[in-house]
């Protein structure tokens, strides 16, 4: 693209997203803590998801010193229905490291905040050139297919090696005037125009600076290969009442999915597991009664959970029990939400 097709292709691009741009809350402040939140929470996630957790967050978390103090049950609580946990605990990760050796303010180099916790390429582009204006590259999945198809990339995208070649593309044609908007006007443009399917080409602001468009390409760009197993998991999940009402629930390891956040005891179904009189004599519970609550299936990005619930009435001096009451205050993973919902349902504990 020679000097004068970049300056164009950069004016139209920062024009059209000025004139186009959604109104979402993230975009009416520079603050680079609230950017960061908003990223973090962006990631794998659909934007109108993420508003009412985004202005909750805040709500909760307004400033670094807030979130780096917060305890991480509340924080999990929060985040409670978003998925991909991580995110938040290496949020709250890196802001810890902020407060401590930043004085509370996010790193304005690509240097020093990459090297915080969960900060990767992408958001620490972001940041920099969002909140502090400085021409960085900030590649998602919609700048790729974007530049894919406007300059011809045939590199696979699926392979962590090709983002080097869409970053350098970035830094070549990004607006050093206007980075902040150069580069959510390709995240737009990427959300709203050049669709992974159907592209709306004749709304395209830089169509005419578009190779694929003049080739009649669009459909074949950009290349994606690799494919990723699933593996599928089935569970029995038990609600367990006693006398009193409290429910037994299990917090998950420290580690891992879901780490720290709380459960229905859950078994996976094995060739050698027997179900629920297993269960109950291993752990000691006198069983009282069981009827079957719900079937449903969960997805996580390379794991699907089959899930299938049972209530059960039963005594045991071992685990953890709960109140209804105090329940609602754990950490919850969306289909324990949804079993606890089912639970309510049968038991008109509304």
């Known amino acids: ?19 186009e741009k959604r109104d979402l809350p ?32 805040l709500e909760k978390f307004p400033t670094p010193e807030v979130l780096a103090e917060a305890e991480e049950s509340f924080l999990l ?42 900060v990767g390429p992408y958001t620490a582009g972001a940041v920099l050139s969002i909140a502090y204006g400085v021409p960085e590259h900030a590649v998602d999945g919609n ?10 990339i045939e590199d696979d995208i699926a392979l962590p ?53 003049a080739e009649g390409r669009t459909a074949e760009l950009p290349v994606k290969v690799k494919k990723t197993k699933v593996k599928k998991l089935h569970y029995d999940v038990y609600v367990i009442e006693n006398e009193a009402g409290q429910i037994c629930m299990e917090q998950r390891p420290a580690t891992g999915l879901l780490a720290n956040m ?26 009282h009664g069981q009827e079957e609550l719900v079937e449903l299936k ?4 390379h794991i699907v959970w089959h899930l299938k619930a049972f209530y059960v009435k039963g005594e045991s001096k071992s685990g953890k029990w709960f109140t209804l009451d105090e329940i609602e205050h754990l950490p919850l993973p969306v289909p324990m939400q949804k079993i606890l919902q089912s639970y309510r349902v049968h038991t008109k504990k509304l």
Request: with cysteine.
């Open 161 to 213: 090696k090709t983002r080097k070649v869409f970053e350098k593309a970035v830094m070549d044609l990004i607006d050093p005037d206007h980075p902040s908007d150069f580069n959510q006007g390709l995240m737009e443009l990427g959300a709203l125009v050049c669709t992974p399917t159907s592209p709306k080409c004749l709304l395209c602001p830089v169509r005419d600076y578009c190779g694929a468009f």
């Open 77 to 118: 609580k929060q985040w409670e229905g978003l998925g991909y946990y991580s995110r938040a605990r290496n949020l709250q990760a890196g802001v810890r490291e902020v407060v401590e050796s930043y004085g509370s303010i996010v790193p304005n180099t690509r240097d020093e905040i990459s090297k915080l916790k969960g």
């Open 298 to 301: 969960h997805i996580f990005s």
């Open 26 to 57: 993230w975009r009416k402040t520079k603050d680079p803590y609230k950017i960061w939140v908003s990223e973090v929470m962006l990631q794998q996630t659909r934007v109108d998801t993420v508003i009412p957790y985004y202005e909750n967050f």
């Open 1 to 19: 693209m020679s000097y004068q097709y970049k300056k164009e292709f950069q004016q139209f691009l920062v024009e059209w997203f000025q004139r």
């Open 262 to 287: 709380w459960q229905f005891p859950m078994v996976e179904q094995t060739a050698d597991y027997s179900g629920i009189a297993q269960y109950t004599k291993e752990h000691e519970i006198e069983l």
């Open 143 to 152: 700048v790729m297919r974007v530049l894919s198809r406007v300059l011809l």
